[in-house]
């Protein structure tokens, strides 16, 4: 549903063009940035 969405014709199609794009598929890409946890200052953008 959400690669019809992003006009892809299929979920397979947007996975071989991410993966190809990033070296990832979207789940390896989810769960990496997932590992990084939060970088802002705890002070916020304004401090």
Excluded at 14 to 36: D, I, K, S
């Amino acid at each position: 549903e959400w690669a019809l969405a992003a006009g892809y014709y299929d979920q397979a199609h947007q996975v071989r063009e991410f993966r190809a794009l990033t070296g990832l598929t979207p789940g390896a890409y989810v769960r990496e940035q997932a590992e990084v946890g939060f970088v802002q200052s705890q002070q916020g953008a304004g401090a």
